[in-house]
C-alpha cells in the first residue's frame, strides 16, 4: 500500500487470532474472569475498567503478578492526586524482584560496544556482582535513604550499580558521561550524593572521549561526596590504578573482590527507588522521584501485559 494510498482511519496491521489468543493480556482477562468473576469483551472494555476502577486495577496487577512483599498493604488507594497514597503498610523491595525468575537457562545480561564483542553475563554472576557492590556501599556507610550517583553508559556495570544500590534501600539517580559537567552537577548537587559510580570515558563512532577531568570537576562540585567508584571502561585489562587528580577512589574491580551474601532492604512502596530530572530548559533541572513500588508495578504491567 503506497503512503498516498493511507488516509485517517486505514487499519495497517492486525494481530492474527493466534497471537491474541496466546497474548497475555488474554490470559490476564481470563485471570480476571476466574478469579474476580469480572468478564470484558474487548481491550476497550477492559481500559474502560482500568481508568474508572483504579484502586481494583492496580491491586488485581498486584495479585496476577504475585507482588512479594515482607509485609502486606492495608489500604490500595488513599486520597486523590496530588495527595493519592497507594499500597500503604507494604514493605517490599524492588531489586528483590529483578532476582525472583533468575534461572541458568538464559542469562541475566547481554551486552555489545562499539569496541567489546557480544557478551552475556548469567543471573549466578549478576547476583554476586550486586551482592559484592552492596556490601562495599554498606561498609561506605551508604544507608537506607542515601543517595547514590552514576556518571556512567548503559553497560553491564551500570545494572549492577543500581541494583545494589536499591538492594540496600538507598536512592539512585544517573546521568550519561556524554553529559557536560555543569548539567551533571546541576542535578546531583540538589541531591547531596555519598558516593559516585563513573567510567574514565566511553567510545563514540570509533573516538576515544577521556572523562578523568569531568569526574574531578563532578567531585569538587559535590561536597557530600565520600568517595567514587571509578571503572575503568576505556582501559583493558583491569589496572587498577587511580588517574592523575581524582581523590578516595575505589576501582571497579577491587569492589567485585569483596565477597558477600545478597540480601534486600525492605522498604515502604512509596521508598524512593531513583531520582529523574526535567531538562532544565526553565531554570535548574526538577528533581522527580520515583518509589520502589510504583516502579515496580508498572515495570510489570508495562512488560508482563502485551
Not at 131 to 140: C, D, I, Y
Not at 145 to 174: E, H, K, M
Not at 279 to 285: A, R
Request: proline share 5%.
Amino acid at each position: 500500500m503506497s503512503s498516498a494510498a493511507i488516509k485517517e482511519g486505514t487499519l495497517l496491521w492486525e494481530p492474527s487470532e493466534k497471537m491474541k489468543s496466546e497474548a497475555q493480556l488474554t490470559e490476564y482477562m481470563a485471570w480476571l474472569n476466574r478469579e474476580k468473576g469480572l468478564r470484558f469483551n474487548n481491550y476497550q472494555d477492559l481500559w474502560e475498567w482500568s481508568v474508572t476502577r483504579v484502586g481494583d486495577f492496580w491491586e488485581s496487577v498486584w495479585k496476577y503478578f504475585d507482588i512479594q512483599a515482607s509485609r502486606p498493604y492495608e489500604r490500595v488507594l488513599e486520597g486523590v492526586m496530588p495527595s493519592a497514597r497507594w499500597f500503604q503498610g507494604a514493605e517490599l523491595n524492588y531489586a528483590e524482584h529483578a532476582f525472583r525468575r533468575m534461572t541458568s537457562e538464559r542469562p541475566a545480561l547481554m551486552f555489545q560496544s562499539e569496541t567489546q564483542p557480544l557478551t552475556t553475563v548469567s543471573w549466578e554472576e549478576l547476583r554476586e556482582s550486586v551482592a559484592s557492590v552492596a556490601a562495599v556501599l554498606r561498609q561506605l556507610g551508604v544507608q537506607k535513604g542515601d543517595r547514590v550517583v552514576a556518571y556512567l553508559p548503559n553497560i553491564p556495570q551500570t545494572i549492577i550499580a543500581f541494583l545494589a544500590v536499591a538492594g540496600i534501600g538507598a536512592i539512585w539517580s544517573s546521568c550519561s558521561p556524554d553529559f557536560g559537567t555543569r548539567s551533571v552537577v546541576d542535578r546531583f548537587r540538589q541531591i547531596d550524593p555519598k558516593v559516585l559510580f563513573a567510567v574514565d570515558g566511553y567510545n563514540y563512532g570509533g573516538t576515544a572521549f577521556s572523562r578523568i577531568d569531568a569526574v574531578k570537576q563532578i567531585q569538587d562540585a559535590l561536597p557530600s561526596l565520600k568517595k567514587t567508584v571509578l571503572v575503568p571502561y576505556l582501559k583493558t585489562g583491569g589496572e587498577n590504578e587511580t588517574p592523575p587528580g581524582l581523590r578516595d577512589i575505589i576501582i571497579w574491580d577491587d569492589v567485585l573482590a569483596e565477597r558477600a551474601e545478597l540480601a534486600f532492604e525492605q522498604v515502604p512502596f512509596d521508598h524512593p527507588l531513583w531520582v529523574v530530572y526535567s531538562s532544565g530548559t526553565t531554570g535548574l533541572p526538577k528533581g522527580l522521584v520515583h518509589g520502589h513500588g510504583g516502579v515496580l508495578l508498572e515495570f510489570l504491567k508495562f512488560k508482563g501485559l502485551n
